[in-house]
Nanobody
Framework: QVQFVESGGDLVQPGGSLRLSCVAS????????IGWFRQAPGKERERVSC???????YYPDSVKGRFTISRDNPQNTVYLQMNILKPEDTAVYYC???????????????WGQGTQVTVSS
């Protein structure tokens, strides 16, 4: 059974940093593309970043230059380093397997419970 456990969310001041972790179980990450998504109250879930099985990455303009996605296949983990955080980054962050292309990525399969990121002074 494919499962994801997200962690690392916290309350942080604007301009601060956080690193989120997504640990996968039930399958091997090596051949999978994985994405981070977020959902703020009253808003639709949106893409944050994706990484292909060979290390290609995608970022929307809203986070480009501030967020970095990486993967550690032996640890079956994908990370999201978030810098220069803004109040509009406040959301619950989730990871999922994705279909990846140079133009973006789309999720499929199961979701974890997410981790809350709150950016506020």
């Amino acid at each position: 059974q494919v499962q994801f456990v997200e962690s690392g969310g916290d309350l942080v001041q604007p301009g601060g940093s956080l690193r989120l972790s997504c640990v996968a179980s039930g399958f091997t990450l090596d051949y999978s593309a994985i994405g981070w998504f977020r959902q703020a109250p009253g808003k639709e879930r949106e893409r944050v970043s994706c990484i292909s099985s060979y290390g290609g990455t995608y970022y929307p303009d809203s986070v480009k230059g501030r967020f970095t996605i990486s993967r550690d296949n032996p640890q079956n983990t994908v990370y999201l380093q978030m810098n220069i955080l803004k109040p509009e980054d406040t959301a619950v962050y989730y990871c999922a397997t994705v279909h990846f292309s140079a133009y973006g990525c789309s999720p499929f399969g199961s979701w974890g419970q997410g981790t809350q990121v709150t950016v506020s002074s």
